[in-house]
């Protein structure tokens, strides 16, 4: 079975500076989707970025990017630039490519901005 | 665009107590889920559904049920509420192998 860990319970950073978040993953299937997920105070999940196994290029979304490393199950996204409304709770999470619509989500990394 | 609707976003049931809550989405995706979010623990699957008439268990099944009789709703039955369900209840759509949207979730309080 699949698994997803997120070591950082919580992280910090002062605005405009650059904080990275941690993920890393166990799976046995080659073909497979990850995705950073932000849950704001309004409980909402919005999607941040997202990965596909087969690409080798790092996903890029504005000052969200991720630095995949297959070999190694890492997953790690990277905020330049914090703003204020970056604070949040971040959801890396794992999707198989097979015909299935599960989500496994890891534990979560709250992540304050500091003025 | 409603996108993704979850009704109620709030309540409170006591022990023993039945609800639905209700899922509906206009985005004509094919996949649906029901996930709970408890703290520290990140989002769980309760069931999922590929189609209008298929549904199946996910990671936390138990004490859930679903049903799937059209592609725009997918309700989920609590049929005797118990403490251990209090939780944050997401539903979330996608087509194919998309991300998923998220309804913006229901806080249940079982007393």
């Known amino acids: 079975a699949q698994t997803v860990t997120q070591s950082q319970p919580e992280m910090s950073v002062q605005e405009a500076e650059t904080v990275t978040l941690s993920c890393t993953y166990d799976t046995s299937e080659s073909d497979y989707y990850l995705f950073w997920y932000k849950q704001p105070p309004s409980r909402q999940m919005i999607l941040v970025i997202r990965?596909?196994?087969?690409?080798?290029q790092n996903a890029t979304e504005n000052r969200f990017s991720v630095n995949f490393q297959k070999a190694a199950k890492s997953f790690s996204l990277k905020i330049s630039d914090s703003q204020l409304g970056d604070a949040a709770m971040y959801f890396c999470?794992?999707?198989?490519?097979?015909?299935?619509?599960?989500?496994?989500f890891g534990t979560g990394t709250r992540l304050q901005v500091f003025p | 665009n409603a996108g993704v609707t979850q009704t109620p976003k709030f309540q409170v049931l006591k022990t023993g107590q039945s609800m639905t809550l209700q899922c509906a989405q206009d985005m004509n995706h094919e996949y649906m889920s029901w996930y709970r979010q408890d703290p520290g623990m990140g989002l769980r699957l309760i069931h999922y559904s590929v189609g209008a008439g298929i549904t199946d268990q996910g990671e936390v099944p138990n004490g859930y049920n679903v049903s799937r009789s059209t592609t725009e709703d997918f309700p989920l039955r609590l049929l005797s509420a118990a403490p251990s369900q209090t939780s944050v209840y997401f539903c979330a759509t996608s087509r194919g192998l998309t991300e998923a949207f998220f309804g913006q979730g229901t806080r249940l309080t079982v007393v």
């Open positions: 999470a794992y999707r198989s490519a097979g015909n299935t619509d599960k989500l496994i």
């Open positions: 990965q596909e196994a087969y690409k080798q």
